[in-house]
Structures are given as structure tokens and as C-alpha cells.
């Protein structure tokens, strides 16, 4: 094998605490625009964000709505630009666009496992084909000055290619690696196979974030330890619970003994433990250092997260429709019998959705919200055998 080229200079932003792993909110369609920024910012924001993907062919421009998310993003908070596409003069093109605005670094799909996007021979269909995984790494590795940043996954029906693509992410010195760890074809079905995201991080000399269903702050200490990382990125999750941040940092200070140094001002600081939490109760334990959500802090997350997602023009049942797909993970902690999820699906009205929540969050305030999904409440009805798969690696195909 050729020597490795020379890893990249280029340094990652710093994290809100540099002696901690680091944290990031995965990129998914639909979810990570620029109101759901600003709403986990305001919880505890991550190290990092990640915008939904820019889909790059022939006549792609940036899309404006995802721009928004980048060019007015007011959480401190550093923002990679997302892409997704295989033509390489698109490819350039786009990143030359994007490099006019306030990012943080340019982040490759390799990951998407919607059938109408991997049937594009994008996102995760390019896995099958590693030698142009190493042309479009090539191509955006010379058009990007400075981080360039890739999210895959563990191959596209099997793993047989996983050693050459991370041969391939230091041939091309990508600067930071974050690995999903099941297949194009496991979706979100499968457990998640950590030995290999332990794999690449052994294997590339850049930082890698492990990904795939790390669940609670507890479950983060859990796969860094199993996986060596340098982080973790977390999706569904931070729907459910947009607190995980907030606890990971929290977790981390506990675990690693890293703390905020004294007199450190810290960028979008967690809110307040609330009175209720001070009397919640659990089936999940917590140390006394790590914020415990109520339901009560979750009648509030619903509230904000509404309000935060309205658009003009966009008509009420939309957006409670809208609404039902974040709540479809919300209520995988709310109690163990999913009655909430139960009810909440029928709603058809925002009078409709918010008597709801108030007579499920509301009627035991203080009550915990369980840091973990409950077994068996799982976030949509049909996510074992989805019939409906959207075009893009949206809320109708990240399930539980």
C-alpha cells in the first residue's frame, strides 16, 4: 500500500469542554433546520450540528430553508454543511457555493438508507462501490480548504468494503469520521454493531464519533468505552430527549472527571434544575448531578417545539401532523404502556394535540420522564416493515 499521505492541519472547533469526548446532533432530514437547532441550543446544545443534506446533481443550488439553519444560527454553536450527491464537478461546484457562508466544514453522506436515495447511487448506495467513494473523496478533499468530514455507515448489504473505506478516509485525510454502525441495508432495525465503529477508530487517524441508537447519557459512557471514539452523535434521541446533551456533559463529569474550568462562561447554558425535578422519581437511576427531566419539563419541550416549527401559510393539521412525528419518539419515555403515544396519534387539531398533552404530562407533573425508551413503546407502529419510505432519511424513515 502507497504511504498516507500527511494528515490534515486543519484543527476541529473547540468543544464546549475540551477535556470531554465530544458530542454532536446527527443530521436528518426534516429535523435538524434551523428551529430545531435554536430548541436543543436552548436545553443544552452539542459540541457540533450538522445540517440535512444539500442534494447536489445537475441543476442543485443550496436550498435555501437549509441555508437559514447556517446563516442564521444564533447557538454559538459550530455548523457543518451536509452533502449529498456523486457527480463530482456538482460536488465542487456546490462546495465552492457553500464555502461563502459561516460553516464550520463540509460533511459527506455515505450513510442515507432510504431506498429512493441509495437507488440514486447516493448517500449509502455508494458504499457498494468503493472506488468512487475514493474519486469523490479525492475531489472534495482538493475543493475544501479546510475540515472535511464524512458520516457512513458500515457498508451497503454486508461489511466486505469496511476496511478499504477507512483506508480510503485516510488516503484522502478526512479530518473527522463518524461511523453508523449497521449497514444500508440493517436501516434502523438491527442491533447496533459497535465492534466495528471500535474498528475504525483503531484503524483512521482522524477522530471518529460512534452513532447508532446511544439512547441516554449513561449508554454514551457505555460506547465510548466499548468503541475507543472520540464522541458520540446523537439523532432520534435528542428528539425524544433534548436534555442528552446536557446529561452527556454532565455523565462525562462524572465519569472522566472533566469538569468546566472555574470562571468558564459556557455557551447556551442548560436551564435551571426545575422544583419538580427536584422531586422526581425514575425507574432509570440518575446520580444527583445529572438533570432530571419531569413530565412537566416536557409539556414545556412540546410548547416550545410547536411554536419554534410554525411556519406561515402552513396550515394547522400539517403542522400537528408535523408535530406527531417528533412526539412518536417524545412519547417512547412518557410511560411504559404507550398511552400517550396511543392518543397522541389521533389528534387532529393543535387544541386537540395540547389537551392531550396536557392530560398525559400534566396530570402528574413531577412524575420522571424516563431517561431510557420504555421496552416495547417503540416510535412508530409499523417501523418494523415501513411501507412508506420518504426521499430522504427523514422522520418516515428514522425510526426506533
Not at 446511544?214 to 432520534?236: C, D, F, H, K, N
Not at 413530565?295 to 400539517?318: F, H, N
Request: proline content about 9%.
Amino acid at each position: 500500500m502507497p504511504a498516507t499521505p500527511p494528515f490534515s492541519t486543519s484543527p476541529l472547533p473547540p468543544p464546549l469542554l475540551p477535556s470531554q469526548p465530544l458530542t454532536a446532533l446527527a443530521p436528518m432530514q426534516d429535523v435538524t433546520d434551523l428551529a430545531f437547532m435554536r430548541v436543543i441550543a436552548h436545553y443544552g446544545a452539542p459540541d457540533y450540528f450538522f445540517t440535512e443534506f444539500f442534494r447536489v446533481h445537475a441543476h442543485s443550488r443550496p436550498e435555501k430553508h437549509i441555508l437559514r439553519s447556517i446563516d442564521e444560527n444564533t447557538t454559538g454553536r459550530p455548523v457543518f454543511a451536509q452533502l449529498i450527491g456523486e457527480d463530482l464537478g456538482h460536488l465542487t461546484r456546490t462546495v465552492a457555493e457553500l464555502l461563502r457562508h459561516r460553516i464550520a466544514g463540509i460533511d459527506l453522506n455515505l450513510g442515507c438508507p432510504a431506498p429512493k436515495v441509495y437507488k440514486k447511487n447516493v448517500g449509502g448506495g455508494l458504499l457498494r462501490d468503493p472506488t468512487r467513494v475514493g474519486e469523490i473523496l479525492a475531489a472534495l478533499r482538493a475543493a475544501v480548504p479546510g475540515l472535511f468530514t464524512v458520516k457512513m455507515r458500515l457498508g451497503f448489504d454486508d461489511t466486505a468494503h469496511f476496511d478499504r473505506l477507512l483506508d480510503l478516509i485516510n488516503e484522502h485525510r478526512v479530518d473527522l469520521l463518524s461511523v453508523h454502525g449497521r449497514t444500508v441495508k440493517e436501516m434502523y432495525r438491527s442491533e447496533v454493531h459497535y465492534d466495528f465503529i471500535a474498528r475504525a477508530a483503531a484503524r483512521v487517524r482522524c477522530p471518529v464519533f460512534a452513532n447508532g441508537n446511544i439512547t441516554s447519557a449513561a449508554r454514551a459512557v457505555s460506547v465510548l468505552a466499548e468503541t475507543r471514539a472520540a464522541g458520540v452523535m446523537l439523532g432520534r434521541h435528542a428528539i425524544r430527549n433534548p436534555w442528552i446533551f446536557r446529561q452527556c456533559r454532565e455523565q462525562f463529569a462524572i465519569t472522566h472527571g472533566a469538569s468546566a474550568p472555574v470562571g468558564r462562561v459556557i455557551p447556551n447554558p442548560p436551564p435551571p434544575i426545575s422544583a419538580a425535578d427536584r422531586r422526581v422519581k425514575d425507574h432509570t437511576p440518575y446520580p444527583p448531578a445529572i438533570f432530571r427531566p419531569a413530565l412537566a419539563d416536557v409539556r414545556e419541550y412540546v410548547e416550545r417545539l410547536y411554536r419554534a416549527t410554525q411556519a406561515p401559510g402552513l396550515p394547522e393539521r400539517d403542522h400537528v401532523n408535523k408535530m406527531k412525528k417528533y412526539l412518536n419518539f417524545v412519547g417512547q419515555s412518557v410511560d411504559a404502556t404507550g398511552a400517550f403515544l396511543h392518543d397522541m396519534r389521533r389528534a387532529e387539531s393543535e387544541l386537540n394535540l395540547f389537551a392531550i398533552c396536557d392530560r398525559h404530562l400534566l396530570s402528574e407533573p413531577t412524575r420522571a420522564f424516563s431517561s431510557e425508551p420504555y421496552p416495547g413503546v417503540i416510535a412508530r407502529p409499523n417501523c418494523e416493515t415501513p411501507i412508506v419510505v420518504a426521499d430522504g432519511c427523514s422522520l418516515e424513515t428514522i425510526t426506533a
